[in-house]
Every structure is written in C-alpha cells, then in structure tokens.
C-alpha cells in the first residue's frame, strides 16, 4: 500500500528521516569495514572491529523491532 507524500513535511518527520538515513549509513559503512577486512583488503584493529560489531548487534535488531512494532500497530490500527 502506498501513501500519498505531504507537500510540506513536518521538522519531527525530517529529523526522523535524516536520522534512519544516518543510521543506515552507519550499517553500511560497518558491513562494508567488516566484509573488506575478512577479505584482506584493509589492515583489521582490533578496537574497531569490536566497536563495529557491538553497532551492528545492537542497532540491526533494534531496527527489526521497532519495525515490526509499528507495522503491528498500524494493523490494529486498520
């Protein structure tokens, strides 16, 4: 199901925006550094492979909950 854009969004919409897109960019980058370093194309450190993976394991299945959450939601709502 699509929804129709608002022609002006909210600020609370575009933080919200921003921020989902800063965060995937964070995944990204991760998998990325995670992915080049198992290949031997960069040097791993040990400092921040730890801090990526923490990142990861928290923030992917935190994402995966509160999407299900508000799709849960929003079929009540229906």
Same mark, same amino acid.
């Given at each position: 199901?699509?929804?129709? $854009? /608002? @022609?002006?969004?909210?600020?609370?919409?575009?933080?919200?925006?921003?921020?989902?897109?800063? $965060?995937?960019?964070?995944? @990204?980058?991760? &998998? &990325?550094?995670?992915?080049?370093?198992?290949?031997?194309? &960069? =040097?791993?450190?040990?400092? $921040?492979?730890?801090?990526?993976?923490?990142?990861?394991?928290?923030? $992917? /299945? @935190?994402?995966?909950? =509160?999407?299900?959450?508000?799709?849960?939601?929003?079929?009540?709502?229906?």
């Amino acid at each position: 199901m699509t929804h129709p $854009v /608002p @022609a002006h969004p909210s600020q609370s919409s575009l933080g919200r925006d921003v921020l989902v897109n800063v $965060v995937a960019n964070l995944v @990204a980058a991760g &998998i &990325i550094y995670l992915l080049a370093a198992a290949a031997g194309y &960069i =040097q791993e450190k040990p400092v $921040v492979t730890g801090f990526v993976l923490a990142f990861l394991v928290a923030v $992917v /299945p @935190a994402a995966a909950v =509160q999407a299900l959450t508000t799709r849960l939601a929003a079929r009540r709502a229906e």
